[in-house]
């Protein structure tokens, strides 16, 4: 917000990059924080957008147009979080009861989608190991991005929009930082400490059972019909999703250390992800 108030007065910063680091610290290694602390910021940002200091109305502003677009664009992305919930559940679910979303593989537009897709993964992976990482680097990368998407701006869009109607007091939780040797030995040996709030895991569970069960139930569909030409798109989708999804259904079904997912979790992921089925067999083939 100061940044943000500053450059409004006609502040200009410059890019600098000098050899010796400038700021050093530590970020949490628990998921937990890491959820909690994420959610703060989503909330804050877009407190941010829909008020009246929203960078694009902001009148006393002297910041470039174009500066201002992108600045609101960054006060206002975490409401994206309704498409990607869309294109997390709608593909998999209509790959399970056979319905096609994408062109067929014989198709000149499959070039079109596959380009789009491969291209994508395939720019964060040249940024990681460009910066240092690995691929295991890149594929953490890709599922701290999908657990942001599916819990984090999901409620913390809720959150400031509680707050904004005045149905919620706006809080302050502090990050905490301090680590405990289960912590520890889990962050070294490269798992994920699931240890937090049902209300962060459970959207996410939900959405790795549906995977799961879709895949497992498509392929099969698949291996009856045949129909892999139509139906290829959405069978890679979903192979990439439980990808992805490894390190929870290794915490779901394999793991028995404390950073392990409940099975109470488990199971109300399980009924909330046979809701979203039948919704779904309701809407595609009534």
């Excluded at 006060?75 to 593909?91: A, E, H, K, N």
């Excluded at 109470?264 to 595609?284: K, P």
């Amino acid at each position: 917000m100061t940044g943000y108030m500053l450059q409004s007065k006609g502040w200009r910063s410059v890019y600098l990059k000098p050899s010796r680091p400038q700021f050093l610290g530590a970020g949490t290694i628990k998921l937990n924080e890491l959820l909690i602390q994420n959610t703060r910021w989503t909330s804050g940002l877009v407190q941010i957008g829909l008020s009246k200091y929203c960078p694009l109305i902001y009148s006393p502003s002297k910041m470039h147009i174009l500066h201002r677009i992108s600045s609101s664009w960054v006060t206002l992305y975490p409401l994206g979080f309704i498409s990607v919930w869309c294109f997390t559940t709608i593909p998999l679910i209509s790959f399970l009861f056979g319905v096609p979303l994408y062109p067929k593989v014989s198709d000149t537009f499959f070039t079109a989608f596959a380009f789009v897709f491969i291209s994508s993964l395939l720019k964060l992976l040249c940024e990681v190991i460009v910066t240092g990482g690995s691929v295991r680097t890149w594929l953490n990368e890709q599922r701290i991005w999908k657990i942001k998407w599916l819990a984090i701006y999901a409620y913390g869009v809720l959150d400031s929009v509680l707050t904004k109607l005045r149905l919620r007091k706006a809080s302050f939780i502090p990050t905490n930082k301090a680590e405990d040797k289960d912590t520890v030995r889990l962050y070294e040996k490269g798992k994920f400490d699931f240890r937090t709030s049902n209300m962060f895991l459970v959207p996410l569970v939900t959405v790795v059972t549906l995977n799961l069960c879709c895949f497992v139930g498509g392929v099969a569909r698949l291996a009856a019909v045949g129909n892999w030409d139509t139906m290829f798109a959405q069978a890679v989708l979903s192979f990439y999703g439980l990808i992805m999804s490894f390190p929870v259904m290794d915490a779901m079904l394999l793991r028995q250390d404390n950073g392990c997912i409940p099975l109470s979790t488990t199971l109300t992921s399980t009924m909330t992800a046979l809701v979203l089925l039948s919704f779904g067999h309701l809407i595609l083939l009534r």
